[in-house]
């Protein structure tokens, strides 16, 4: 389909993809390679994201991004690969202790969390430092239950207490930053990682897409190596191990997602991805899509988001109605074969993108089938339903500097999850789904004596801000959650016209 003027219209393949080619030769033409760019989501397949960053990149631009809920990207030019799980998912039973940072790890990685959850029966220690103690069906021996804002001072005191257990020196960068005095919580931790023998430190979903989230992974990763153990990263999707191998992420003087959003390019592929519902500024992203001049939309879904914002909507099958590979947080290679036939006219995305660069002459566009594509990526291992991928693994950052600051004590902040039904496009739209207890309407939580210190009653009807943005929600208590912050589900209807999943939060009544 093709937005003309204010209404859209059918289009043949053949006219709407001459459309996008004339839209990208115009504007390389009067604007230059770095007016164009591509945001995906990280549930594309691994053949798809490798064959957009490949046209992105021919078309002379490294504006390429799969990071869309993320804030923070101070790291970008200081990893080696692909942040994971740094180990393999066979070893989770064999961990003495495992340290979780900012992780809705049951609902998140609900597999991962049964093989945790089997480990701790078993005697595996559990610590965890997060805003919020819901239930993860395992015992937990260590909480820092803190605000997001203070998880940065938190890791710091754990540090620094694991450091004199283990007569170790932190990274130089580090040394100024120690605490007079440790926490309680932080120092039983300390010692806890300091006793085992098998120890393995775990970021999260929270953690990553924090406005912090560089400081964290770095003292993550230093508590880990004092520790002598392994650090990872619990991946947010189902191919975000793999976006970082085929490098869907800006190169040299590229944007990132952010930076795309705040200066709107003049053409965006968009693939995959609703921007109220999978970036991390759902309000800020709409506005910055619709500002851009050609936002192309490769969706298997005819969406009202995409309605507003975008000019070509090309439909492209999801995953289960083609084959492609998707690569776990553990760094496995996992290929599948359709499970239906494609609807309608949809075609794989990587084959719309292949067309797309013959249409703009662009080389390296004469794949026959997805194995083609596969092989660029995966070499021999292409087609292979399950291959643990060896090179490329080592996301570590270094280089950056970390603040021990936090918000004033009378600053109420976000607490965002993204609900295991509202993931991705996919599942929102699933009705069986939508009928279950984890799909339903979001509140506004908040720890009842937060909630009494600022004269709230469980149940209100209040008001959410965030710079511009404005939502209403009810407000309920919730004392599993940290003091100071407001629980806010992002990705759902009544939220998407919220601002940042991270930062300063404003609750007034109605």
Not at 52 to 65: C, F, H, P, W, Y
Not at 224 to 241: D, H, K, M, P, Q
Not at 416 to 421: A, E, K, N, S, T
Not at 487 to 508: D, K
């Amino acid at each position: 389909m093709i937005r003309r003027g204010s209404q859209w219209v059918e289009a043949s393949w053949q006219e709407a993809l001459e459309f996008v080619a004339s839209g990208c030769k115009a504007a390389l033409e009067q604007q230059g390679s770095s007016a164009i760019g591509a945001l995906a989501s990280p549930h594309s397949t691994l053949e798809e994201l490798h064959l957009l960053q490949k046209m992105v990149r021919a078309l002379g631009s490294e504006n390429i991004d799969f990071r869309l809920r993320h804030s923070d990207f101070r790291a970008d030019g200081k990893r080696n690969g692909a942040p994971s799980l740094g180990m393999p998912l066979a070893d989770v039973g064999r961990l003495d202790h495992v340290l979780v940072i900012g992780s809705f790890l049951r609902k998140d990685a609900p597999l991962l969390a049964q093989r945790l959850r089997q480990a701790v029966k078993k005697g595996t220690r559990l610590s965890v430092v997060h805003p919020t103690a819901d239930d993860w069906g395992m015992s937990v021996h260590q909480r820092a239950l803190v605000a997001p804002s203070v998880m940065v001072e938190t890791l710091l005191h754990i540090l620094f207490a694991l450091a004199d257990i283990k007569q170790a020196t932190p990274q130089p960068v580090l040394q100024s930053l120690r605490p007079s005095l440790f926490d309680g919580t932080a120092a039983d931790i300390a010692r806890d990682l300091a006793e085992g023998r098998n120890v393995a430190v775990w970021l999260g979903n929270l953690a990553v897409q924090d406005s912090r989230a560089v400081e964290i992974e770095l003292l993550a990763q230093e508590i880990a190596r004092l520790a002598g153990g392994r650090f990872g990263v619990i991946s947010e999707a189902a191919n975000t191990v793999g976006g970082w191998l085929v490098k869907a992420v800006p190169g040299a003087g590229g944007k990132n997602v952010h930076q795309m959003l705040e200066s709107p390019l003049a053409v965006c592929l968009l693939l995959g991805a609703e921007p109220g519902y999978d970036f991390a500024q759902s309000d800020a992203s709409r506005r910055a899509l619709a500002a851009m001049q050609m936002v192309v939309a490769l969706t298997p879904f005819n969406s009202g988001e995409l309605r507003e914002v975008a000019h070509v909507m090309l439909p492209v099958t999801p995953f289960t109605e083609m084959a492609g590979t998707f690569v776990n947080m553990e760094g496995r290679a996992q290929f599948f074969h359709a499970a239906a036939r494609a609807f309608g006219e949809a075609r794989p995305a990587w084959k719309v993108l292949r067309v797309l660069g013959c249409l703009l002459e662009l080389p390296g566009f004469t794949q026959n089938d997805v194995l083609d594509v596969t092989r660029e990526v995966l070499g021999a291992h292409a087609g292979k339903a399950d291959v643990l991928l060896e090179a490329g693994l080592d996301g570590r950052v270094q280089g950056v500097s970390v603040e021990n600051r936090r918000l004033r004590p009378d600053v109420l902040e976000r607490v965002c999850d993204v609900p295991l039904y509202f993931a991705d496009p996919l599942v929102r739209r699933a009705p069986a789904l939508q009928r279950t207890r984890d799909a339903r309407a979001p509140q506004a939580g908040v720890h009842p004596d937060t909630l009494a210190r600022l004269g709230f009653t469980d149940g209100e009807r209040v008001r959410l801000t965030q710079g511009d943005a404005v939502i209403e929600l009810d407000v309920c208590a919730d004392d599993g959650l940290a003091q100071n912050c407001v629980r806010v589900a992002a990705a759902h209807v009544s939220t998407i016209g919220l601002g940042a999943m991270s930062g300063p939060i404003v609750m007034e009544r109605v």
